[in-house]
């Protein structure tokens, strides 16, 4: 299985970009997908996900300026982020989530990360 993330890059404070995540080599659907988010120092942070019926949920600090979506049948993920603040820079990850042995929905696979940079 694979998890190859593209997007992020620089922008200014108010800004937006959008991430994308691909997953590939992947026996049957995922049964959830989300984005983390890690700063230096910092422990990784849950930023949003979407479970395989499109429940959403998010990090307050990201409510009603991060979207996000995914279209099941291309097994890709999206991020949109809109008004980007300078808190908001960080290496974003997005991990693919599968059903363990316990029968839970764990994030098993990872993407490679994609730094995202806001200016002021």
């Known amino acids: ?30 049964c959830k997908m989300g984005w983390y988010r890690q700063t230096p120092g910092q422990e990784r942070e849950f930023v949003s ?14 409510k009603g300026r991060f979207t996000i979506s995914q279209d ?15 808190e908001d820079t960080a290496v974003y ?8 042995g316990d029968g839970t929905c764990t994030y098993n696979f990872w993407g490679q990360g994609t730094q995202v940079t806001v200016s002021s």
């Open 1 to 30: 299985v694979q998890v190859v993330q593209s997007g992020g890059g620089s922008v200014q404070a108010g800004g937006s970009l959008l991430l994308s995540c691909v997953v590939t080599g992947m026996r049957g659907s995922t």
């Open 49 to 62: 996900s979407i479970s395989h019926q499109d429940t959403k949920f998010y990090a307050d600090f990201v």
């Open 72 to 86: 099941n049948a291309k097994a890709t993920l999206y991020l949109q982020m809109n008004s980007l603040q300078t």
């Open 93 to 100: 990850y997005c991990g693919a989530g599968t059903i363990s």
